[in-house]
């Protein structure tokens, strides 16, 4: 439960430095035990503009940015002008009196003005941690979290800059004391202390787990936190990590090493994956397992690059041409990403086919808190039926010298053991054109019907049993609810908020979330929304890609529908007034307006 | 898998002639030049004494881009221009492996121009035969990067206007550390550059003159037989850069086949990438980390 959930906003131009306030504060907050959720609204630039980071935390779980603003530190008089608005009754403003005009704050706001040339004694940097020091008075936490946060932070520049920066917050934190009221709310203590990570370094994290050994890439916003991690850890982890010329050579980069033995990935964006489907193909028809991420930015073209959206669901089910298995996933959160990602490379070894991941800016960018004790790296890591060169009778898979050896044996569950380069006796190529069961081309000279029949049905036989490896989507909430939500991806959370809401508001709801798109429990999904009273699906896209997909698989169509393509992600409220909307049965299309103009 | 170091498997059996022999007999046109290339390219390893299991040919798209199907050793026939990406993959994942591209000068220099930029710039230890038939074979007989100006193709119809690519210079210039020319019609010469090119630790190319006979009027072995001339039997010094530049320029009555450059001085991918250092190929090791290791990532988030 949550005894006090709070959110507050930091705002300034890019170059304004707000990520490092943002850091402080989270730091304190997850040192505390407290649950954090931070969203960093950005542009593509890297000065100028307007980067508006929102942190909410509580001492339970926070699964969104949340409704509301208690605190808002704007750096810059535009941050001021575009968020005070926001602010409501027992919230508070904290700003540069000398610099910055206030405007009209709604009556109960707290305008607290800080003398900020003296209090960071002309230092321009230092100004914001005198407003981090006055807002973590305003928060009754004493200020020896803070100090241990700036220690830990500034401990790359050097005691001096330490000292600095504490003597300034100190001189904050005194003038908060004697001119502002602390908040009616005190920030709580939770069990113990948290850790925070990014969901690009969860991907990371999960891949490493899993034993990714290579990993490319190509720099794309917002998954280039995911190629930082891996490039940061690649020597003491003995991961070979490739910036890459472009993502075709990425994919067909980590195919080649993939087809060597190695569990090999990557992350991307849209762009970047549109440029790999070719390649992706590749993987099908080599039967060789990749995985690949996509970190979804609002499309299409260059579109969003800084932006949220859930957008290339068609993108990744169609990716490549011809028709053969894959699979796709979508995890709701960052815990989620970093367990999905070894069962999905087990899986890709078990089918031999392209892994692919649908993650979303919001996930890859978003900040928030984790119990260390949730990241276990003490995974099962199942090759499948791969042939090293290291077999023996008691090790069927690792093999030599088998005469009778065929690549792509026709064998009635259709996976076909795999050998990888370097064993002596397992000679064969793999071949994009299609081809027999020893390798042999079968697609120019001597097509053969019969045989491409055969090929073709052997690959997708491989996902006849899969729906046995997943976990069914089940019901999250009351079971006979007014109604149902169906979202997909990172709208988990934010639809449990939502439920929470409506329950206070008297409305029973409760919540499908779709994890696995491909492979899909059609049959489970349909039984459950045949039950259900009212369905209304949520994502963030115009056209409803899920929607239109759930009616491809299950012929199911849904009553009503929350659709968001601002490039914002949602808000509790959002949801939920939405279904107040849709209850009433006079609409059933909503798309929320984002209140905060970023 | 087990633990400890697994290195790639060699019996102490020499290699027969016949080792090499593929499963599937080329179909390409009788007199293609790539018949030659082919059989140049069973004789090196011979004569390396590599065997079969120990070399991993890559190939894009094209009549060219065939030849693993050809050949008795591990293969992957890619997609159209992207041999040099998955080789590079290959490579650096299990360094043990001899991993040899081949492939055609569309699929090189045309749709794959920009992976044949890097893995020069990157100098991975591969080596690199492009059958250069100045044309587009398989897709029967379109204009290609090298096909001279003036040649009619069926999509030329009127005479090539655009510039060709060189690609000795153009090697030269992109860093590749060893750079030679063949031809098809002299075999016993093309044996010892592609010999040469998968003994240099670094990115070997070796462009080679592989006639087209069937859609490709211009460059015949009529045409090529009295131009031809071995670099190795004048006074061409591989490690003088410019002098190679010169040489890869000339074209017309005179056209130069040899070695124009070689470079041992520097150091492969392979040899700069520190995680290669111990434990044998990648492709081999251990996946798991340590709780060692593990513990220390997750410190990092606290
Ligand atoms: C993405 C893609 N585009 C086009 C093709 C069609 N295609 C196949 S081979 C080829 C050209 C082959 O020319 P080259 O590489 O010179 O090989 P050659 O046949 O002359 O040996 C083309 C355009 C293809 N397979 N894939
Ligand atoms: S079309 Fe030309 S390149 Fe292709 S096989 Fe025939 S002769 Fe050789
Ligand atoms: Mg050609």
Redesign the interface.
């Known amino acids: 439960m949550r005894t006090a959930d709070f959110a507050i906003g930091i705002g300034g131009a890019a170059g304004q430095g707000i990520a490092t306030p943002g850091n402080i504060l989270a730091h304190i907050f997850?040192r505390r035990g407290l649950h954090i959720n931070a969203y960093n609204a950005y542009q593509s630039l890297i000065r100028g503009g307007h980067t508006f980071l929102t942190i909410r935390a509580s001492d339970g779980p926070v699964y969104s940015m949340g409704d509301r603003l208690d605190l808002l530190i704007p750096l810059n008089q535009d941050t001021m002008d575009r968020h005070l608005k926001l602010l409501g009754p027992g919230a508070s403003v904290l700003y540069d009196g000398e610099s910055i005009e206030v405007g009209d704050a709604e009556k109960g706001v707290q305008v607290a003005s800080l003398p900020m040339k003296e209090l960071s004694q002309g230092n321009k940097l230092a100004a914001n941690t005198v407003a981090i020091a006055a807002a973590v008075y305003k928060l009754g936490i004493e200020f020896e979290a803070l100090e241990n946060a700036l220690a830990q932070i500034f401990a790359r520049k050097g005691d001096e800059v330490v000292a600095k920066n504490v003597e300034i917050a100190s001189n904050g934190y005194q003038y908060a004391a004697e001119n502002f009221k602390p908040f009616s709310f005190k920030a709580p203590r939770g069990e113990k202390?948290l850790?925070?990570?990014t969901g690009n370094?969860a991907t990371a994290?999960g891949g490493?787990?899993?034993?990714?050994?290579?990993y490319?890439a190509y720099p794309m916003s917002p998954a280039t936190g995911v190629l930082m991690y891996m490039a940061k850890?690649?020597?003491?982890?003995?991961?070979?990590v490739?910036q890459?010329?472009?993502e075709?050579?990425v994919m067909?980069?980590?195919?080649?090493?993939?087809?060597?033995?190695?569990?090999?990935m990557t992350a991307t964006s849209g762009g970047g994956l549109a440029l790999m489907t070719?390649?992706i193909g590749?993987s099908g028809m080599?039967e060789t397992p990749i995985v690949c991420v996509n970190v979804q930015r609002g499309g299409p073209a260059t579109g969003l690059p800084t932006k949220t959206e859930q957008g290339d669901l068609w993108m990744m089910l169609g990716a490549g041409q011809g028709d053969f298995p894959r699979l796709i996933v979508a995890p709701s959160d960052h815990i989620d990403m970093f367990r999905t990602m070894p069962e999905l490379f087990n899986l890709t070894d078990k089918y031999q086919c392209p892994g692919l991941v649908l993650s979303e800016l919001i996930i890859g960018e978003g900040t928030v808190s984790?119990d260390?004790a949730e990241?276990d790296?003490?995974v099962d890591?199942e090759?499948g039926e791969t042939i090293?060169?290291?077999g023996d009778s008691e090790n069927p898979y690792?093999g030599?010298g088998d005469s009778t050896y065929l690549r792509y044996r026709n064998t009635s569950s259709g996976i076909s053991p795999r050998a990888?380069?370097?064993?002596?006796?397992?000679?064969?190529?793999?071949?994009?054109?299609e081809h027999d069961e020893?390798?042999?081309?079968i697609s120019?000279?001597d097509t053969d019907p019969k045989k491409r029949r055969m090929m073709v049905e052997k690959r997708a036989r491989k996902m006849m049993n899969v729906l046995a490896d997943i976990a069914a989507p089940t019901l999250e909430g009351p079971e006979d609810a007014e109604v149902t939500l169906v979202g997909w991806g990172s709208t988990r959370g934010v639809i449990l908020e939502a439920m929470e809401q409506l329950a206070e508001g008297g409305i029973t709801a409760n919540q499908l979330h779709i994890k696995w798109l491909v492979p899909f429990h059609a049959e489970a999904v349909t039984e459950i929304l045949e039950g259900s009273k009212k369905v209304i699906i949520v994502e963030l896209n115009y056209s409803g890609q899920f929607a239109r997909y759930l009616r491809s698989e299950t012929g199911f169509t849904a009553d009503g529908f929350v659709r968001k393509y601002d490039g914002e992600p949602f808000m509790p409220h959002h949801i939920a007034e939405a279904v107040k909307e849709q209850l009433t049965g006079k609409e059933s299309l909503s798309v929320p307006v984002h209140e905060i103009s970023v | 898998m087990t633990t400890g170091t697994l290195t790639l498997p060699v019996s102490e059996t020499k290699p027969e002639k016949s080792s090499y022999k593929g499963k599937v007999h080329p179909d390409w046109c009788p007199g293609c030049g790539d018949f030659s290339v082919l059989a140049a390219l069973q004789k090196a390893l011979f004569e390396l004494e590599l065997q079969p299991h120990q070399v991993l040919t890559v190939s894009g798209i094209g009549c060219s881009s065939n030849l693993p199907g050809f050949i008795n050793t591990y293969g992957m026939h890619t997609l159209h221009g992207r041999s040099l990406a998955v080789a590079s993959g290959a490579a650096l994942a299990n360094h043990e492996l001899k991993v040899v591209v081949t492939g055609g000068d569309g699929d090189g220099f045309g749709i794959g121009g920009n992976h044949f930029m890097h893995t020069m710039r990157r100098n991975l230890d591969l080596t690199y035969l492009v059958m250069d038939n100045q044309i587009y074979g398989l897709t029967t007989g379109q204009t290609s990067p090298t096909s001279p100006v003036g040649m009619k193709t069926k999509s030329t119809p009127h005479g090539n206007v655009e510039n060709p690519i060189n690609p000795i210079p153009l090697a030269l210039v992109g860093g590749a550390t060893y750079v030679a020319r063949g031809y098809s019609g002299k075999q016993k010469h093309l044996v010892e550059m592609i010999k040469g090119a998968i003994n240099h630790k670094g990115f070997a190319f070796v462009d080679i003159f592989s006639p087209c006979v069937t859609y490709n009027k211009n460059n015949t072995y009529k045409w090529f037989a009295p131009r031809i001339k071995i670099l190795e039997e004048e006074d061409h010094d591989t490690t003088d850069f410019y002098g190679a530049m010169e040489k890869g320029y000339q074209w017309g009555e005179e056209i130069p086949i040899g070695l124009f450059w070689k470079n041992d001085k520097l150091a492969s991918l392979d040899q700069l990438e520190p995680v290669l250092e111990e434990g044998g190929p990648l492709a081999y090791r251990d996946p798991r980390v340590s709780k060692e290791q593990s513990d220390k990532l997750i410190s990092e988030l606290l």
Do not use: C, Q
């Open positions: 997850a202390p850790a925070v990570w370094e994290m490493i787990a899993a034993g990714v050994k290579f490319a850890h690649a020597r003491e982890l003995g991961i070979m490739r890459v010329e472009d075709i050579g067909n980069m980590i195919i080649g090493a993939a087809h060597t033995g190695v569990r090999a070719e390649a590749m080599f984790v260390p990241i790296f003490d890591i090759r090293f060169p290291n690792g030599y990888v380069p370097g064993v002596p006796g397992h000679l064969f190529v793999a071949s994009t054109d020893d390798g042999t081309l120019d000279v």
